[in-house]
């Protein structure tokens, strides 16, 4: 059977394949069009497991909220340039709405839920890889949170690449307010004992090299070290002033500094309950590529194939 333009171009649409690799499907399923996307889809697999061990360390935050349900996801990709891509984020879009609606226990747990885009499917997961394939970058799923505890909720999303959720009760306009003021203070925890304990240990071991460097430039200057004593109370000194920096109620609100964000929330009577937030690629490595060594690898793979 004759395969025409018009052939190739209805199963590029479909697939969104290169053009050769369309036309090379379809002279091998002998122009049945269900079966040379099938074929394509196979070959899109196997490029999805290629790529599955490139580091995904940019991405995009979506959240979704039904009434008090609500669901937020950080869904990596390798580059920004993804982050753009319609199909990306409606995968993305689509795996925060799942998360508020089916509660997954896990990432492996979300990846089984039913979901169909772009001709792939019937789960999550399936769609992933075929997404991989068709846009040719790894891309994966890093963490989700849900909320179903009765409470309101609120979100906001800074461009794509910080999220924030908030539980609560009372005032809505207090409790987006204090979303967007997480976003851009970025506390740790709720209240100064919320904080995690390696965090404090963390900076109380950053508290105390600081205090034995200013010993050794006081013995250099050849003046008498400080005591034991007053060395321990700069140490707490120091790790009470991270704990009011990093815990929200006590932080002074973006919109009104003389306010801390408790007396804020208290004024508006309002409750916040928990929050999270997470920033796109937030602790992952980048890797940094040589530009010009990655085009002459391309280039000399493209000889030898």
Do not use: W
């Not at 979901?115 to 790894?138: A, M």
């Not at 890093?142 to 009765?150: I, Q, V």
């Not at 909720?153 to 690449?161: A, I, L």
């Amino acid at each position: 059977m004759a395969i025409t333009a018009s052939m190739v171009a209805e199963l590029r649409a479909k697939t969104d394949a290169p053009m050769m690799e369309c036309k090379k499907a379809l002279t091998e399923a002998e122009g049945d069009m269900a079966k040379a996307e099938e074929l394509l889809r196979v070959k899109l697999g196997t490029k999805a497991g290629k790529a599955a061990s490139r580091v995904t360390a940019e991405g995009v935050i979506t959240s979704f909220i039904d009434g008090t349900t609500g669901g937020m996801v950080e869904v990596n990709c390798e580059t920004d340039f993804v982050t753009k891509n319609d199909s990306f984020l409606a995968f993305a879009s689509a795996a925060s709405e799942l998360v508020a609606k089916h509660n997954p226990a896990d990432l492996e747990a979300l990846g089984a839920l039913p979901y169909s885009q772009d001709s792939f499917g019937p789960t999550l997961e399936d769609v992933r890889k075929g997404l991989i394939g068709k846009i040719g970058e790894n891309m994966s799923f890093r963490r989700f949170k849900h909320y179903s505890g009765g409470s309101k909720v609120v979100s906001y999303v800074h461009g794509t690449r910080i999220g924030v959720m908030v539980e609560f009760d009372g005032s809505e306009v207090a409790a987006k307010d204090t979303a967007m003021h997480i976003a851009a203070m970025k506390p740790v925890a709720l209240t100064s004992a919320d904080v995690p304990a390696e965090f404090i240990e963390r900076e109380r071991s950053v508290a105390t090299a600081k205090a034995d460097e200013a010993n050794k430039e006081l013995v250099a200057a050849g003046k008498p070290e400080q005591s034991a004593e007053i060395v321990a109370k700069r140490i707490e000194g120091a790790v009470q002033k991270y704990l009011k920096e990093v815990s929200l109620f006590n932080q002074p609100f973006v919109k009104n500094d003389k306010q801390t964000v408790e007396q804020m929330l208290k004024a508006e009577g309002t409750t916040l309950k928990s929050f999270a937030m997470y920033v796109v690629g937030e602790g992952i490595e980048k890797k940094v590529d040589d530009f010009a060594a990655e085009v002459a690898a391309q280039v000399a793979a493209a000889k030898g194939a």
